[in-house]
């Protein structure tokens, strides 16, 4: 009796609901410093912002214990060129990051300047960072005196920048030593440490409470944000939150361009919850937002693609050759020691390899030789390294009952026979503006993680909530009340509840392919002026034709029901920034018929979007706004005390 | 064959079970449910019993509820076919899959 229809067919009638439900129930909660979004960058700024001693409130969708990208695990901590022994500089490393345009400086600069500490007290509070059992002793990368683990990624190519599959030369490592900057963990160790450390430092914690808009001082778009409301999603009851500064850390979106609702395990590479809610609230509230334009084709983690990690080569398959149906070794790097962590094949060595495969030089399909593994490397990938994400643990342990042996079995590639189009499915990029404070341009709101117009990974994503925590509690300690509008909260109410007043109509599986739809007809590949302002009048028609038509029979649906307005507001969004990019893009994934020149250098900028009184308002930002990294990271952070030394 | 009721019922999700619980060994305590970021469980109606899997399809399969639970032998993960793996004996050169 496990499943649903379990009960059906012995009881003849559906379990009743498990929560208490209450719908018609208000909650008010006063706070100094409230944290939207309870994954990585939240929890961080949540014990960032209680260290400093003032209240703290994080309202998170899920449960915080395991909620997040990042919440099942982590194996790379990406980019800490500050650790003991990295061979680089992390002002250059950091400048090297944020070469590629359109890059966030800010959140480059303070994740390498603040990487290693944000480790060290990862490890104070529990998290497990060294190979403190001697598991691994003999693998290469692996520190004796530290017992620190280093990972070929990035030591000395950085493969995630097209082109720059070439060593890079910095002037901190002028023999070219290995970088060093990325470290393995076992993260998986980390998320059930944060939450632990939050409710140890008396943050009250909200788990399954959606928040669904943010509040404005008077109610006014653009103005001051002094709270929030939120929806428990398990019982219905809606949350007022009000507060004096707040972090906006419910990272991105994954899911606009996807049709399909079911297979989302493999449909998408973050879980369902993400869902664009946080960008879609700061848009409301009136923040310019950029990069909104960019959207990235995903090969991988599609449900048209085999599943993410399930197959060698993928990322984390550290130091694993690949090699043809026949054994015959291939030019495709092995993410290891040998080809400097590089990730995919150089465009030259990929011809070579198409080639040989039209030829017949090479047999499809292709392999990971684990068995021709050093013993000691083939257990940091397969047992660590892909045994410290939640995720990947699966892996190891069905493919483990299934019978895989690494030390006697070739793992599958998938490369080549899955089809090599692209799947129609993007992921959407972009986020609030934000200064050295980390602050967005409306008061009183901060912003971390994936949220801030960046590549996400964990140590990002730990580094700048932990540094957004303590700026917004700084900010809380000289900000006076401010009163929230009842209006604004009534407005919002009748917004959250309409769907479960109805009892028929559309589902909100239906209304999101819908908008699914409306954004691949009118926002992929083929961009023009015609097309974007179609595609906004097709989610207008969404919004007035469909929306009046969406219901939900419990909290749960309601939530997903919600999850769907702020999509459409996430499509609007990069409907209104792609009009406003009148030049195609390389960096931005972003090609417009009508303007067919690539990266004109007049178009070299930032493109910024917000809502002012209702009507959108586009801008623009030098691409430099960041200005001196170094020094202006400096000036602000004059009495930044590296690891917590407080209890 | 014992006559089986016969219900109107619509088509299970695909995925439809992401897991299977056993409930010899689950005691039912619903730390599952607690670290499922997407919901797809209830408790079950019945103390003690395991979880109910309400919301299969919006399993992003995490692993989170396997690898957290209490009760080794509880749980275990029941992968959909077309995401089960292909591998080869090196020394027999014989393809195998995950076909438990
Ligand atoms: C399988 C996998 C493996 C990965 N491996 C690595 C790795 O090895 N190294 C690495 O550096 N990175 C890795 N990443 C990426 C990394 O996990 C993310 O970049 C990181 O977790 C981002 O942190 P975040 O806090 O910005 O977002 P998240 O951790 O995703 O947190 C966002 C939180 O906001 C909550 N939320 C969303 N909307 C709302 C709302 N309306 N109200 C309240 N809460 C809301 C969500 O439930 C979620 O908990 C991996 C990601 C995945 C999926
Ligand atoms: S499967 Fe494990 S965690 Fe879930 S209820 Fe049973 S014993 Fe508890
Ligand atoms: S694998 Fe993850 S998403 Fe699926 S049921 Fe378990 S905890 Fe939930």
Known sequence: MTRWHDFIEKDGKPPAWPYPINYDREQEIETDVLVIGGGIAGCWAAISAARKGVRVALVEKGDSIRSGAGGPGCDHWCNAPANPLSNVDPDEWAEHMAEPPYSNGIGIQIQCREDWDTLVEMEQIGGKIRDTKDEFTGAKGRDEKSKLMISPRYTKVHSYIPGSQKPITFKSNPEGKLNNVVIRVWGSTFKPALKKECKRLGVKIYDRVMVTSLLTEKGVQGARVIGATGLNNRTGEFMIFKSKAAVLATAGDWSLYVLNTELAGYNTFRSRNQTGDGVAMAWRAGAALTVMERTGIMMLGTGYKHTWYGGAGDASYENVPIVDANGKRLPWPTQGWEDAGAMRPTPEDMEKIIKGVQSGEYTLPFYGDFPAMAEVERRVTWNMMLGEESTTKNIIDSYGKGGFDPARHLLQNYNFIEGTSPSQWRSAGGGPVVDWDLKSTLDGLYVAGEQSYSAGDHSYAASTGRYAGRKAAEFSRQAGDAKVLKDQVTLEKARVYAPIKRSDGIDWKELHAGIARAMQYFCSEYKTESLLKMGLDALKEIEEVFVPRLYAIDPHKLMRSLEDLSLLNHGQIILNASLARKASSRMLNFFRIDFPKVDPPDWNKFVTVKLENGKVKAGELPLDYCGNMKANYEAHNKDYASVYKGK | ?100
């Not at chain 2, 080794?72 to 090196?90: C, E, H, L, M």
């Open chain 2, 1 to 100: 064959m014992a006559q089986k009721k016969t219900y109107a019922l619509p088509n299970v999700t695909t995925p439809g079970t992401p897991v299977i619980f056993h409930p010899e060994v689950c005691n039912g305590c619903n730390h599952c449910v607690e670290v499922c970021q997407v919901d797809v469980y209830i408790p079950n109606p019945e103390k003690g019993k395991p979880p109910v899997i309400l919301h299969p399809d919006e399993c992003w399969y995490c692993g989170c509820c396997v690898n957290d639970c209490p009760r080794p032998g509880s749980i275990t993960f029941n992968w959909p076919v077309q995401q089960r793996a292909y591998w080869k004996d090196k020394a027999t050169g014989k393809v195998l899959r995950d076909s438990q």
